[in-house]
């Protein structure tokens, strides 16, 4: 390959790990979020906090998309290996999105769910992004 592909790839790589930060920290903050609210504590802090993460973590996540696509297309990668890995990377973009809508619901202190349901929704990140790992690694089909 060439060395074009190489620092694409090293640039895609760099931004997804910056999304990734993002992905898992979120819905951290939300816990945190739950728990000082029913403690009666202030969470002027956490708001700010989820809403600038989420921010950067927008950046990130276009520029990893973007350097993606570069792969994808100009280097033609390919393969069903390829298919699943951009569907699973759809799945965190509704994910980063969902975030989203609850940094939102946030802001306007309506936040109903629990921290043990964003504890839940802070940890399958973890099990896709393993799984994207094994399909560009392995490439298993």
């Known amino acids: 390959m060439s060395s074009a592909y ?7 790589i760099f931004f997804v790990i910056g999304w990734m930060c993002g992905i898992f ?3 951290r ?3 945190h979020y739950q728990l000082a609210k029913r403690e009666g504590e202030g969470v ?3 708001v700010k906090m989820a809403r600038k993460l989420y921010n950067f973590s927008s950046l990130m996540m276009l520029f990893a998309t973007g350097f993606g696509m570069v792969l ?21 973009m509704v994910h980063h999105h969902l975030c989203a809508r609850f940094i939102k619901q946030m802001e306007k202190d309506t936040l ?30």
């Open 44 to 46: 002027t802090r956490l």
């Open 72 to 92: 994808w297309i100009y280097f033609g990668i390919s393969g069903g290996w390829m298919h699943a890995k951009l569907l699973l990377v759809a799945v965190l």
């Open 29 to 31: 903050i939300m816990v």
């Open 25 to 27: 920290y979120m819905p």
């Open 6 to 12: 190489n620092w694409f790839k090293i640039l895609h």
């Open 112 to 141: 109903q769910r629990s921290s043990v349901f964003f504890r839940w929704f802070n940890e399958y990140p973890t099990i896709v992004m393993l799984i994207i790992i094994i399909l560009v690694i392995a490439k298993p089909f």
